[in-house]
């Protein structure tokens, strides 16, 4: 194909009066027009389209845009900055999504200050599921024979066997049913629930980034408030009970390192400042004395709990031993054992009671001779017997033997009870003995090799432990004698004197509970159980009416009733209620007195079983036995009437047929529908 030649007009034509001069020695570009048709220009001047369009070939006044270095395609820092950018941003935006919902559910925390020198703004509180944790296979936990899920399962079975043993035929109503499967339900998912998430926190997600120094804090000067009230009451019950291996004025040392950091704080400060932080927020709030500062509570303890946890999932195994260390894995004790972690717990206290071990704690210092070491009890010594009492406790309740043993401790400690010139010396005191004779308990009634001996060994060795624990309950009788009277003497404001009062009180429970369950496993002259001998029967009832007045004691506070049940209820195995079930269930119980108390047990735990997961399971068997036993005893009266009057009817019939009674008589008692008896 050819094209006829059009004449080229001249280029004065050619240009509109505003196109620059063009320049045949400078590079051309496309002209305006061929660029705004988006079509090929020849860059010619004029191009060849404006030629054939008879069109003006025009160019615009705008510089060329000078032309880049193309780069190779890599994966350099480049990328990857941009890429941990756009990572930040979808982190940030599903942190604040996270936000809103947890404003909806009424647990969103405020923002925390930025006056904290402590506090960075970090987006990275997202948490990501942990596949480790989801993905790895649990086997099931061994329970040994002093663990209250074994008693429960005890419990059980013994209702069923109650029932098989009767002589007349006893068939369930189906509300009792109803209650026993929910009974096998709660001891089941007690079972499950050591086994699924015993050796691990409840919160299973970790944050993208959880550095503790990127974690947020509550402001310097609310920290430094509640530090100076903990310091001025006396009657705090965080450091003065729960913490008390750890002074106020070490903690505010600790803080001090956090919220004024010289240097760098390590992991053991961010889990000691934000889990004694946790317990003073969490005692505040439930105090309820000042209703517009309790959701600036709520949210500064939510966030120290966070933190908290997520600086504990940061532990290793193989962090070194030092003081600090055995600190934070004390307030990790204390934690897993209120969110219902005994195994963890033990695990926790393991490693450092191990530690105490490995710096000597357990040693008494070679400079101190012996009359020194009454006079002088070391700081590190204090660290040692917490993780001692603890020990004994948890291993208790798990059927595990103690990590350490009496044998091999050489720890400066008072004497007797009458050196200890401190009340709070004389409970620490109390409470070290009766851990000592809870050490004894597996090892002398429950292990394999005390099942093992002769019935009349393990009952002197049950008679001598209950000896043991009977001294001290006198001995604590005697000492709340004094705290009654000084209470009565001052004046009705809680004081130390108050809180002594209600430590002694929680040790009697905690000492009747260990003595039932020495009574529960020393083997009677027949050979069997003292599952229902008046011995261990007294000393459940006594168990649970000085737990009563422990409660009426504590008075409205749940902080401190949610406190007392944690650590006297459910730190060691407390079978009381259910020996009262079994008892109320039996058939030489003619009463209902037993199954009064164990109604009266179930509600002084009802108002303080939402503040703990470890708590409302015990709530709940304890609620499903007392059911259980209630529609027992009703089912049983309905029937025992029910038999009286069909053998009153027959007796009737047999004594008309035989003379001795008037026809007209037995018309009217058989009518009536009763008999002589």
């Not at 949610?562 to 008892?583: D, G, H, Q, R, S």
């Amino acid at each position: 194909m050819t094209f006829a030649v059009i004449p080229v007009l001249e280029k004065n034509a050619m240009y509109s009066h505003n196109s620059p001069v063009f320049n045949e020695n400078e590079p051309t570009r496309a002209c305006d027009q061929c660029r705004t048709r988006k079509i090929r220009c020849d860059r010619k001047h004029p191009c060849a389209t404006c030629q054939v369009a008879r069109r003006s070939c025009s160019y615009s006044t705008a510089a060329p845009k000078p032309k880049e270095a193309r780069q190779r395609v890599l994966i350099s820092s480049q990328y990857e900055s941009k890429l941990d950018a756009f990572e930040r941003r979808l982190t940030g935006i599903e942190c604040l999504l996270q936000k809103l919902v947890d404003g909806q559910n009424g647990h969103a925390s405020t923002p925390p200050s930025t006056n904290n020198p402590g506090y960075v703004d970090s987006p990275s509180l997202e948490r990501r599921s942990s596949p480790m944790l989801n993905k790895e296979k649990t086997e099931s936990i061994y329970e040994g024979d002093t663990s209250l899920g074994v008693h429960a399962d005890l419990a059980k079975r013994f209702f069923r066997d109650t029932i098989q043993n009767l002589t007349i035929s006893y068939d369930l109503s189906p509300q009792m049913n109803l209650g026993l499967s929910r009974l096998e339900e709660i001891v089941a998912t007690q079972s499950r629930s050591l086994t699924n998430s015993g050796e691990h926190f409840p919160v299973q997600d970790l944050p993208v980034d959880c550095e503790p120094r990127n974690l947020p804090m509550p402001p310097t000067h609310d920290i430094l408030r509640i530090l100076r009230q903990a310091k001025a009451d006396p009657a705090q019950v965080t450091f003065n009970f729960l913490c008390s291996f750890l002074t106020i004025d070490d903690f505010i040392g600790y803080c001090n390192r956090i919220c004024f950091a010289l240097n760098d704080p390590t992991l053991a400060d961010y889990i000691i400042v934000n889990g004694g932080l946790y317990y003073l927020f969490d005692e505040k709030f439930r105090q309820r004395n000042d209703i517009s500062s309790e959701e600036k509570f709520l949210n500064y303890r939510t966030m120290c709990k966070a933190n908290f946890e997520l600086s504990l999932r940061r532990l290793s195994i193989f962090i070194p031993s030092n003081r600090d260390n055995i600190t934070a894995l004390l307030f990790g004790v204390l934690y897993a054992v209120e969110v219902s972690r005994p195994l963890l717990a033990w695990k926790l206290n393991y490693t450092a009671i191990q530690m105490c071990q490995t710096l000597g704690y357990h040693r008494l210092p070679m400079a101190l001779s012996n009359q020194q070491a009454d006079l002088h009890v070391p700081p590190e010594s204090t660290l040692f017997w917490y993780s001692y009492v603890l020990d004994k406790g948890l291993a208790l309740k798990l059927g595990r033997q103690s990590a350490v043993q009496d044998y091999d401790i050489i720890v400066p400690t008072r004497n007797n009870l009458s050196s200890a010139s401190d009340p709070l010396q004389q409970l620490s005191f109390i409470g070290i003995r009766g851990a000592q004779v809870q050490g004894k308990i597996l090892e002398t009634l429950y292990s394999h090799a005390a099942v093992s001996t002769m019935n009349d060994q393990r009952q002197q060795q049950g008679l001598s432990l209950a000896q043991e624990i009977l001294s001290l309950t006198q001995t604590i009788e005697n000492l709340l004698g004094g705290c009654a009277i000084m209470h009565q003497a001052d004046d009705p404001r809680p004081k130390l004197e108050d809180w002594l009062a209600v430590s002694l009180q929680a040790e009697l429970v905690s000492l009747h509970a260990t003595l039932c369950l020495v009574y529960r496993g020393t083997p009677a002259l027949s050979g069997a159980y003292n599952m229902l001998s008046p011995d261990c029967l007294d000393s459940a009832r006594n168990a649970v009416r000085a737990h009563l007045t422990c409660m009426r004691l504590l008075g409205s506070s749940l902080s401190a009733q949610a406190c007392y049940v944690l650590w006297t209820l459910l730190l060691t195995p407390f079978i009381p209620f259910i020996v009262l079930f079994c008892n109320s269930i039996s058939i030489e119980c003619a009463n209902d007195h037993d199954l009064d108390l164990l109604r009266e047990f179930v509600e002084s735990l009802e108002l303080v079983q939402g503040t703990s997961e470890a708590i409302e399971q015990v709530y709940s068997l304890a609620q499903a036995l007392y059911e259980i036993a209630t529609l027992y005893k009703e089912q049983n009266r309905h029937d025992a009437e029910a038999q009286l009057v069909l053998l009153g009817s027959e007796f009737d019939r047999f004594l008309s047929e035989s003379g001795f009674m008037p026809s007209f008589f037995q018309s009217s008692t058989v009518s009536s529908g009763a008999g002589i008896l």
